[in-house]
């Protein structure tokens, strides 16, 4: 199973992701790394942990057409089985997901449908949820949406901060990827 992961930050899913397959928890190869970002650490890592990695700065396009369709390029060339999205921060078109129907994977810091979009922690925690978690689903054209593959809750508990539940979504966010990655790969 090829993967093809699109970060934009930190990369601490792709580096759980990483982690698993050289643990061999997961079977599967990381084809390429490609970042939006010249500057996120998750690219710096993946360089370091020998991987194709590329960044390709949306900012260097003229729309977010163009941009797209280098990243399809450099995509095509690996002929990746799924497309990982790991902290990739642009909404991708609906040309873009057409050219990897139901095999582009989104991990959310929320238990969807609940809090889509930005900021889904402090959207829980305004809303005063009780239970909070992630979300691994398979990416369509609307955002935060798509078939749902796992999820896992974390309580949110007196006195936390964005910071606080985030930390504690994040550990399951890494658990949660692996596991949906090793469901497909199941399948395959
Ligand atoms: C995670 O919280 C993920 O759910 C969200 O962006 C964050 C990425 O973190 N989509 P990292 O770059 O994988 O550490």
Redesign the pocket.
Known sequence: MKLAVL??????????IHEAIADRRLDAQIATVISNRAD???LARAKDCGYDAHAIPHRDYPTRAAHEEEVLRVLALHEPDYIV?????RLLSPTFVAAYPNRIL????SLLPSFPGVD??AQALRHGVKISG?TVHLVDENLDAGPILVQRAVPVVDGDTVESL?AR??DQ??EAYVEALQKLKSKT
Do not use: D, K, T, V
């Open positions: 970060l934009s930050g930190r990369g601490s899913n792709f580096a759980a996120a650490a998750g999205l790991a902290g990739y921060m989104n991990i959310h810091p889904a922690q992630c985030s979504i994040l966010e890494h």
